[in-house]
């Protein structure tokens, strides 16, 4: 639906439809991380809360139309806590936390999806909220060098705004990425910080294995090591936290009453297991034992470029449809 015509018929708020406001309930007391990674948020929390007073009473503001606001860049793999780490910020500066949907920006009319890119930012400014761009890759890819349709006209426009967008944006928005390569270099210089996300290391992994479980209400059977589990699996919060859910669905099924069951290290066991698992069998193909292709790039490319130029003739043929209707009807 287009931006214009929501703000129309359902007011000017119909735009936060493009974006999911969570009010944070997440702190950095839940946030799990390799003391490098997490001393570089707090010293993006620092360069926060220094604003005022470098822009208003350091007299810069008056130097520096532009640039007023903060973006801060999230890189690393799936699961390193990009996503509680802005939830955290957005705790603690008191503030809600927007985070972008996608399938809500995306539009199949030209020239539509670069409108509702402004109309986050917008969002963002009237709730004084922080703006988050969970795998900011599918919207801030690298531009194309060379234009021969429509889909490449349409991405640049889009990252063209997106970087205009960032550049008067007052606020504080964070861009999630799992791989920073694919993002357009021209973001480099309007991210004032860069924060890698790194894999949790043995003792990061045994702190966020205990803070998946509630401290009090959670029943544990005498043999649970966390030491054990984080020595013995090597990976990412997300994965942890996928293999306790597991572990205590697998708990409530054991026989007996549900009083006295308890969640054991054969389940926190068996749930990593199936985890890791679950990650052979997608990067297998549908025949047994063989692994999925790497995309061709090239072909994906003329895919969407198809589907690109099938969506245009479709806009063409309704804008003719309205015209003759129009024509008829005088």
């Known amino acids: 639906m287009a931006d214009s015509f929501r703000e129309l018929i359902f007011g000017p708020g119909a735009r ?10 997440r702190t950095f007391r839940d946030v799990v991380l390799p003391p490098a990674t997490l ?5 993006a929390l620092a360069i926060i809360r220094k604003q005022d007073l470098i822009f208003r009473e350091w007299g810069l503001a008056e130097r520096h139309a532009s640039g007023l606001g903060l973006a801060f860049h999230f890189a690393g793999p799936p699961g390193t806590g990009k996503t509680i780490a802005a939830e955290a910020i957005a705790a ?18 030209a020239g539509q999806t670069a409108k509702h890119v402004a109309s986050l930012f917008r969002a963002a400014v009237d709730e004084d909220a922080v703006l988050f761009f969970d795998e900011a890759d599918a919207i801030a890819a690298r531009r194309f060098a060379s234009v021969s349709g429509g889909y490449e006209r349409e991405a640049n426009a889009i ?3 997106l970087l205009q967008e960032v550049e008067r944006f ?13 993002i357009d270099p021209a973001f480099e210089r309007r991210i004032r910080t860069h924060v890698r996300f790194e894999m949790p290391g043995p003792e990061e992994r045994e702190r966020i294995w205990r803070v998946q479980l509630h401290p009090s209400r959670t029943p544990l059977a005498p043999d649970v090591d966390f030491r054990a589990l984080a020595e013995r699996y090597p990976r990412s919060g997300g994965d942890i936290k996928n293999a306790v859910l597991k572990a205590a ?8 009453a549900d009083e006295s069951k308890a969640i054991a290290q054969r389940h926190f066991e068996r749930g990593m297991e199936e985890v890791v698992g679950a990650g052979d069998v997608m990067r297998q193909s549908l025949f047994e034992g063989a692994t999925a292709p790497e995309p061709d790039p090239a072909e994906r490319e003329r895919r969407v470029v198809f589907f690109a130029a099938v969506g245009a003739v479709i806009t063409a043929i309704v804008a003719i449809t309205i015209a003759i209707a129009a024509l008829v009807s005088r």
């Not at 936060?16 to 309930?25: F, I, K, M, T, Y």
């Not at 001393?39 to 010293?43: K, L, P, V």
């Open 170 to 182: 007052p606020g504080i928005v964070i861009f999630a990425t799992n791989l920073a390569a694919n």
């Open 249 to 256: 669905q697998m708990a409530t099924l054991e026989p007996g």
């Open 159 to 161: 990252v063209n705004v």
């Open 39 to 43: 001393d570089a948020i707090r010293h």
């Open 16 to 25: 936060r439809g493009l974006v999911e406001s969570v009010a944070p309930r």
């Open 92 to 109: 603690a500066l008191g503030k809600k936390l927007l985070v972008v949907r996608y399938a809500e920006v995306e539009s199949r009319w």
